[in-house]
């Protein structure tokens, strides 16, 4: 409901980045390098620090600062990274859209529709909830394991670890 409002709101940009950067990513830093890597600054969204709006050259460390994305690019956004619950997502969010201006005029069956499709809303967000969860349960068991390859001796294959790119000599 939150994003149908903003989709009838005639803000440009009514997307803090804060809000949603979770939703996809691991830390808010990972989400702004995607971002910057993927989007057009000043089209899909734009930064502000000390009240001020600046560009990503002009960031100061260790200064907090605000992004704000566009819907379509927030929409991107999330669906470039867990692509099943983007799809989820917008289903729901259409459906929604096409039943929300009826809602004045509509009937009992048209109110236990939408209360339907808000109870799968919940879902989904549920199984974000979830996914997110195990996503980071699944990297903590890989450190694990390598650690545990490393310390036993087991994986000695320094060189071609490095060649990855994951470790840069």
């Not at 997307?15 to 971002?35: G, I, M, P, Q």
Request: glycine letters at 2%.
């Amino acid at each position: 409901m939150a994003v149908l409002e903003l989709s009838k709101s005639k803000e440009e940009f009514p997307v803090n980045l804060d809000a949603v950067w979770a939703l996809a990513y691991t830390t808010k830093r990972n989400a702004f390098v995607e971002l910057k890597k993927s989007f057009i600054e000043g089209v899909d969204f734009y930064l502000m620090q000390k009240n001020k709006v600046v560009n990503t050259n002009n960031l100061v460390n260790g200064v907090k600062y605000d992004c704000y994305l566009s819907l379509p690019c927030m929409e991107f956004f999330i669906a470039r990274k867990v692509r099943p619950v983007f799809d989820v997502y917008r289903e729901v969010f259409h459906k929604v859209n096409e039943i929300a201006p009826k809602v004045a005029k509509s009937s009992a069956a048209d109110k236990r529709k939408i209360a339907k499709l808000e109870k799968e809303l919940e879902f989904t967000k549920d199984m974000l909830k979830w996914h997110i969860w195990s996503e980071k349960r699944e990297i903590e068991l890989k450190c694990s394991c390598f650690h545990y390859l490393v310390y036993t001796k087991q994986y000695d294959k320094w060189e071609e670890y490095r060649r990855t790119g994951i470790i840069k000599p």
